[in-house]
Each structure stands twice: as structure tokens, then as C-alpha cells.
């Protein structure tokens, strides 16, 4: 006889503990191979799994052990506001923090009496502007990405998934600024953490996830400086900012936007850890 889902997942649980990975990873793999959700995998524990199965599985941990790889560049997929959306080295992978951001805007933007145009700048895989499109159809969406490589993960995303968003490349708003455009929302998770902070970062993410969507300089400050300054031209009045901030960064961001938008009102939102995570800007 074989051994069973539960046997093998919890074999591999604790060899990641045991060499420091999270256990959960091993879930998130089997169903890969399984190509089963969640609720498959705990509805299907008692079931014998094929040798050839469990081989692979076991060498892609014994892959993400050695080398910290991340998983989902492993299998080259990642869920975002219950979604599949495509993930590679050329961006970042989408995390549950930016699903709270997403969620504001949504929140902020379901009764508006117009319909409205969106920005997201930085778009990297997409995972925002095709979630805010998805959910509410009547936004005009457009993103945005220094990266030809990010871009393309983002459009094969947004077309898998049936979401209308006009991607370009550009330099944080420089497109819109040349375009001469103006939009109601502009909303950011752009690059924040500074480079002092990079030998502690875990491997999987240092070593791995592209440094042009993670780092910034003057202590993280840089994309928040420049993506503020250019929105004084190209968010149309009473328009909003919103940001994925570090958990530090939330007084320093206020204050860039009160310098460019002195009569703003903004707002600091703790994430579900109950740090400092998004700011919201009515400007």
C-alpha cells in the first residue's frame, strides 16, 4: 500500500519546520501536483498517493529547502483575492496585505455617482487592477510598469482572466504626465523598503523576488516621493491616493502628501497584524 495525502503532508511538514521553512508550503505544493483545492486535499486526506507523485513532490521541497526558491515561482502561480494569477521572477509575488488595500478601494469606490478611471502604478503581476475590474466593472482601469517583463505577466494575467485593463510602460506616472491624462484614483503597493534592510530580509524573498519592486532609497521613501509629486498633475481635484506603505511609514507618507496636497485628508489603516499598512488620501 501507498502511503496516504496525510501521511506525506505530514512528513513534509516537518522537515520544512525542521529546517526552518513554513510548514504550510507543503499544502500549497501537494495541491499543486494534486491540482486540487484546498477543501480537495482535506476531503481526500485518507487517499493513497502514486510513488511518482510523491517523488516530485518531494524534490521540489528538497529544491525550496536548499535554495529558498519561493514555491509559487515553482509552480509559477499565486492566489490573490480568491484568484489564480500567473507569478515569475519578474515580479512580485501578491500577498495578503495588498488584498487589504484592494478592499478599501473597493470599499471607497462602490458607490460613486460617476464612473470612475483608476491608475495603479507599479503593476508588476497585475494582481490589483485586474482584482478592482473584476470586482467592479464599471471602473476604467489602467496600470502601469518600468518593466517590459512585469507588463507581460500582467496582460497574459488580465487576459486569462477576462479583466479589461490597459497596461503601458512607464516610469511611474510619466506616461500620464506626457498624455497630459487625469484620473480619480491613483492607487500604488510600489517598491518601500530600503536597502539597509536587505541582508535581513528571509532568502526566499531577497535572493529571489525582483529588487527594482522591493527596494527604494532615502530609507524606502523614493517611490512615495516621486509617485506624489507627478499625481499633483495628474489626479484630477477631489481625486484619491491610495498606498501600501511599510509598517513604519505611515507618518512620513502623510506628511509628502500633505507638502504636495496641503488641504488633503488622509488616513492611516492598520493591516489585520494591526500595523500600519495603507494610507487612503482625498486630495
Known sequence: MGETIQEVLSRASLFLQQHNREPKIAEYLLCHHLQ????????????????????????DLVVHVQTGKPIQYMVGLEQFYNRTFKVNEHVLIPRPETEELVQHVLAMTKDMSRPLKL???????????????????????????ISVSALAVARENADRLGAEVSFCQSDFLQYWLQQGEQVDWIVSNPPYIPWTEKKQLADTVRDFEPELALFANDAGLAAYQQIIAQSTKVLAPGGYLAFEIGYQQGQS????????????????????????RIILAKC
Request: charge should be negative; charged fraction near 20%.
Open 119 to 145: 491608475l495603479d502604478v507599479g503593476t508588476g503581476s497585475g494582481a490589483i487592477a485586474i482584482t478592482l475590474k473584476l470586482e467592479q466593472p464599471s471602473l476604467t482601469v489602467e496600470a502601469g510598469d
Open 253 to 276: 507618507v502623510k506628511q509628502l502628501l500633505k507638502q504636495a496636497f496641503p488641504a488633503c485628508h488622509v488616513r492611516i489603516i492598520q493591516d489585520i497584524n494591526g500595523k500600519d
Open 36 to 59: 486540487y483545492t484546498k477543501t480537495d486535499l482535506l476531503l481526500n486526506l485518507r487517499t493513497d498517493l502514486t510513488a511518482n507523485i510523491i517523488n516530485q513532490f518531494e524534490q
